[in-house]
């Protein structure tokens, strides 16, 4: 599923915020997406592309993104 939206920082970090205790995790999204943002220097493509790189964390995104537009 492409996710519709913008793939930014702040966008993401929204996601896992808001939606985060609606999914099971065995580590923390949101230190996860720091660490990733620092990887790519801030750059929101690079940024997209480390997160697509980590299947695992992607999956939750997706997964997040779901149950924010009430796909799950």
Do not use: C, P, W
Not at 7 to 30: A, C, K, M, R
Not at 31 to 48: G, K, M, N
């Amino acid at each position: 599923m492409e996710m519709d939206f913008e793939f930014t920082f702040s966008e993401v970090e929204n996601l896992i915020v808001g939606f985060s205790e609606f999914v099971e995790q065995d580590y923390d999204l949101h230190e996860v997406l720091l660490e990733y943002d620092s990887l790519a220097e801030f750059d929101d493509r690079e940024l997209f592309e480390l997160i697509k790189s980590d299947a695992d964390f992607y999956n939750k995104i997706k997964e997040l993104y779901k149950i924010q537009n009430g796909l799950l």
